[in-house]
């Protein structure tokens, strides 16, 4: 068994509710700041090119691992909110297999979350291309 | 006539707005400007009262059509101190000039000629050189400016005689500099090297004379300066206008056209293939008018005291790195160690300010400076001193949310 899942993680409910309690965009930043510490940093030999997702302004890293047909997914950036963003996503999906993730409709999942101006196709974040990578083959 | 940003604000319907509840402080202007009631109104007079193809059609419409497109001609001309009209070719943006003129002079260009940029350059202004480069076995070399874009008698070893073309840009987009423009070009000039000046930073600010420049090309783009998007200019002397080919062919730029052969049509027209921006061309020159109007000095020296103002509040607190200088300059250009620029400028956008974080279109720049990417808040003549201080205080909020591990 590898190092997943990751234990410090929030669950999805916690996850939920602190989110959809945010009122504003400050909230909801404020909130992901939090978030995002429970995020455990990869090494940096870990932080390789090819883990690297294209399409993201800030370094974002995402590496999938199968675990008996489930998927665990560790990943970090060098910004902080996306770091919680990662960890928003990453609570939705770690654990499933991967049709289940394929059937998931994260991107309403996060606009429930108030992350919807996270999923603009503006070039500063990837959580798009994050979205796809985590649902690949 | 004493200048007030906050008479001038008003012509500017957008700036009236709340964002998330909190007022609106603009502060993206190097990217794109915000557009005077006179430009929007221009834009709209010419599809309510003479919209028509211009240059062909004779009947009523296309006559006013097309005096009013030659004028805008004329007023973008007066407004760059052009010494004629026919020197102002239109196009979709600064870009797209300087791909004009890369294209265009690429049948003068050998192996191992050299084609000489600075450090500061946007990416538009170095890529459309490195791929001519590419294309005909030239170098494309770079003069290392400084940071504070300070010109060093070392530099001169960089002109050489197999220096074909000079490029370089008035003023740095990311880290708001002004280059020593003249000096350059007349050390350019000493080996016969084309020379083309990226104005698209400038225009808005400060006074343009392109014949006191003494460049052979000079582009700009009509957003950056109160007009609308998808307009430009490129200007050049006649000689040098003449010897490029035009890298669009079709109708509008012809005189003649047989199958076997096409005459093309004379200057402005030859380098203007297809129906031309027509509501564009009259949007900038309402722009232009709109910025003859004001007293241009004033606006200047508002502007680079809302950045003075930024810089003196932002070093005393010390622990964010400036990359702007303290004076002279309409922008702020900074980084706070441990930080990225991303976080704060969500930060800033959560309450209503907008600024612009990352690598400003100048990796290289970014590279030079050793960062990936800043934080630039950059002024117009409508920003006040409220919104100076509104970016200063986020700003320092931000970084106590996010520094704190």
Same mark, same amino acid.
């Given at each position: 068994?590898t190092?997943?899942?990751t234990?410090?993680f929030?669950?999805p409910?916690?996850?939920?509710?602190?989110?959809?309690?945010?009122?504003?965009?400050?909230?909801?930043?404020?909130?992901?700041?939090?978030l995002?510490?429970?995020?455990?940093?990869?090494?940096?030999?870990?932080?390789?090119e090819?883990?690297?997702?294209?399409?993201?302004?800030?370094?974002?890293?995402?590496?999938?691992v199968?675990?008996?047909?489930?998927?665990?997914?560790?990943?970090?950036?060098?910004?902080?909110?996306m770091r919680?963003?990662?960890?928003?996503v990453?609570s939705l999906v770690?654990?499933?297999?991967?049709?289940?993730i394929?059937?998931m409709?994260?991107?309403?999942?996060?606009?429930?979350?108030?992350?919807?101006?996270?999923?603009?196709?503006?070039?500063?974040?990837?959580?798009?291309?994050?979205l796809?990578?985590?649902g690949?083959n | 006539m004493?200048?007030?940003?906050?008479?001038l604000?008003?012509?500017?319907?957008?700036?009236?707005?709340?964002?998330?509840g909190?007022p609106?402080a603009?502060?993206?202007?190097?990217a794109?400007t915000?557009?005077?009631?006179?430009v929007?109104?221009a834009?709209?007079?010419?599809y #309510?009262s003479?919209?028509?193809?211009?240059h #062909?059609?004779?009947?009523f /419409?296309?006559?006013? $059509?097309?005096?009013?497109f030659?004028?805008a001609r004329?007023?973008? $001309?007066?407004?760059?101190?052009?010494?004629?009209?026919?020197?102002v070719?239109w196009s979709?943006?600064?870009?797209? $000039?300087i791909?004009?003129?890369?294209?265009?002079?690429?049948?003068l260009?050998?192996?191992?000629?050299?084609?000489?940029i600075t450090?500061?350059?946007?990416?538009?202004n170095?890529?459309?050189?490195?791929?001519? &480069?590419?294309?005909?076995?030239?170098?494309?070399?770079?003069?290392?400016?400084t940071?504070?874009?300070?010109?060093?008698?070392?530099?001169?070893?960089?002109f050489?005689?197999?220096?074909?073309?000079?490029?370089?840009?008035?003023?740095?987009?990311?880290?708001?500099?002004?280059?020593?423009?003249?000096?350059?070009?007349?050390e350019?000039?000493?080996?016969? $090297?084309f020379?083309?000046? *990226?104005g698209?930073? &400038?225009v808005?600010?400060?006074?343009?004379?392109?014949e006191?420049? *003494?460049?052979?090309?000079y582009?700009?783009?009509?957003h950056k300066?109160?007009?609308?998007?998808?307009i430009?200019?490129?200007?050049?002397?006649?000689?040098?206008l003449?010897?490029?080919?035009p890298?669009?062919?079709?109708?509008?730029m012809?005189?003649?056209?047989?199958?076997?052969?096409t005459?093309?049509?004379?200057l402005?027209?030859?380098l203007?293939?297809?129906?031309?921006?027509?509501?564009g061309?009259?949007?900038?020159?309402?722009?232009?008018?709109?910025?003859?109007?004001?007293d241009r000095?004033?606006?200047l020296?508002?502007?680079?005291?809302l950045a003075n103002?930024?810089?003196?509040r932002l070093?005393k607190e010390?622990?964010?790195e400036?990359y702007?200088?303290?004076?002279?300059?309409?922008?702020?250009?900074l980084?706070?160690?441990?930080?990225?620029?991303?976080?704060?400028?969500?930060?800033?956008?959560?309450?209503?300010?907008?600024?612009?974080?990352g690598?400003h279109?100048?990796?290289?720049?970014?590279?030079? /400076?050793?960062?990936?990417?800043?934080l630039? &808040?950059?002024?117009?003549?409508?920003?006040?001193?409220?919104?100076?201080?509104?970016?200063?205080?986020?700003l320092?909020?931000a970084?106590?949310?996010?520094?704190?591990?």
């Amino acid at each position: 068994m590898t190092d997943f899942p990751t234990p410090c993680f929030p669950t999805p409910h916690a996850i939920k509710q602190q989110l959809q309690a945010c009122r504003s965009k400050e909230e909801t930043f404020k909130a992901l700041v939090i978030l995002s510490k429970a995020l455990p940093r990869l090494s940096d030999e870990e932080k390789t090119e090819d883990n690297k997702i294209k399409g993201c302004e800030s370094a974002v890293w995402l590496i999938t691992v199968e675990d008996a047909g489930r998927r665990y997914f560790k990943a970090d950036s060098d910004a902080k909110l996306m770091r919680g963003v990662l960890v928003a996503v990453i609570s939705l999906v770690a654990g499933e297999n991967q049709q289940t993730i394929q059937k998931m409709d994260l991107k309403s999942e996060l606009a429930e979350l108030n992350l919807s101006s996270y999923l603009t196709s503006s070039r500063s974040n990837g959580v798009l291309a994050i979205l796809k990578t985590i649902g690949q083959n | 006539m004493a200048f007030n940003s906050y008479s001038l604000r008003n012509q500017f319907p957008i700036l009236q707005q709340t964002a998330y509840g909190y007022p609106l402080a603009y502060l993206d202007n190097a990217a794109t400007t915000q557009k005077p009631l006179f430009v929007l109104d221009a834009i709209q007079d010419y599809y #309510r009262s003479f919209n028509a193809n211009v240059h #062909r059609g004779a009947h009523f /419409l296309s006559d006013r $059509a097309t005096n009013r497109f030659e004028q805008a001609r004329e007023r973008v $001309a007066q407004f760059i101190h052009a010494p004629e009209n026919s020197h102002v070719i239109w196009s979709k943006g600064a870009t797209e $000039a300087i791909n004009m003129v890369a294209y265009g002079l690429e049948h003068l260009l050998q192996q191992d000629d050299e084609i000489l940029i600075t450090s500061l350059e946007h990416h538009a202004n170095l890529v459309p050189w490195q791929q001519l &480069a590419f294309r005909t076995g030239a170098r494309l070399r770079v003069l290392p400016l400084t940071s504070n874009g300070e010109w060093e008698s070392e530099y001169q070893k960089y002109f050489t005689d197999r220096t074909r073309i000079f490029a370089a840009t008035q003023v740095s987009n990311a880290i708001g500099v002004s280059t020593p423009l003249k000096t350059m070009i007349q050390e350019a000039k000493k080996y016969s $090297a084309f020379t083309l000046v *990226d104005g698209a930073q &400038a225009v808005a600010h400060y006074p343009v004379d392109v014949e006191d420049i *003494d460049c052979d090309f000079y582009v700009f783009s009509g957003h950056k300066m109160y007009g609308p998007t998808g307009i430009g200019v490129l200007y050049g002397k006649s000689q040098a206008l003449e010897i490029l080919i035009p890298y669009q062919t079709g109708g509008e730029m012809v005189r003649h056209v047989a199958y076997q052969a096409t005459e093309f049509n004379i200057l402005p027209y030859r380098l203007e293939a297809g129906t031309p921006h027509i509501e564009g061309a009259i949007g900038l020159a309402a722009a232009c008018e709109f910025l003859i109007q004001q007293d241009r000095p004033a606006l200047l020296a508002w502007e680079q005291k809302l950045a003075n103002h930024v810089y003196t509040r932002l070093i005393k607190e010390g622990g964010i790195e400036l990359y702007s200088p303290e004076k002279n300059t309409t922008l702020v250009s900074l980084s706070v160690p441990n930080i990225h620029t991303i976080d704060l400028n969500a930060y800033l956008d959560s309450k209503g300010v907008a600024v612009r974080a990352g690598s400003h279109c100048a990796h290289p720049l970014m590279a030079q /400076l050793g960062v990936s990417g800043t934080l630039r &808040a950059s002024f117009a003549c409508y920003n006040t001193l409220e919104e100076a201080d509104q970016f200063c205080d986020v700003l320092l909020e931000a970084i106590e949310i996010l520094g704190d591990d």
